[in-house]
């Protein structure tokens, strides 16, 4: 089970960090990443991370704002969101496949979002 956490209400060039944590079973061999849906939007992806962190992707909107990162034992992962936009709103879902699978969007388990919303 993936539990995703950390949403909330910031204005326009604020920063969040959301968490993704795993439990039930051991995600240590899994790539696991976020992808988000606005209103109105289809879910896109967002970054992924692979099982020993010495992968990291992100989609281009997010570079160079966006850090993943994830624990050793790889139980939690983290989704450093800095300079955020309007754009950014969305609900944001975390998830977990092989790698690189998931960059694809080619999801084996995804957990409930968590709600990002930007203010202008």
């Known amino acids: 089970q993936l539990q995703a956490s950390g949403g909330g209400l910031v204005q326009a060039g604020g920063s969040l960090r959301l968490s993704c944590a795993a439990s039930?079973?051991?995600?240590?061999?899994?790539?696991t990443g976020w992808f988000r849906e606005a209103p109105g939007k289809e879910r896109e992806f967002v970054s992924a991370?692979?099982?020993?962190?010495?992968?990291?992707f992100y989609a281009d909107s997010m570079k160079g704002r966006f850090t993943i990162s994830r624990t050793n034992a790889g139980t939690t992962v983290y989704l450093q969101m800095n300079g955020l936009k309007p754009e950014d709103t969305a609900v944001y879902y975390c998830?977990?496949?092989?790698?690189?699978?998931?960059?694809?969007?080619?999801?084996?388990?995804w957990g409930k979002g968590t709600l990002v919303t930007v203010s202008s």
């Open positions: 991370i692979n099982w020993s962190g010495s992968n990291r």
């Open positions: 039930g079973r051991t995600f240590s061999s899994y790539a």
């Open positions: 998830a977990a496949a092989r790698w690189p699978s998931l960059v694809r969007g080619e999801v084996d388990y």
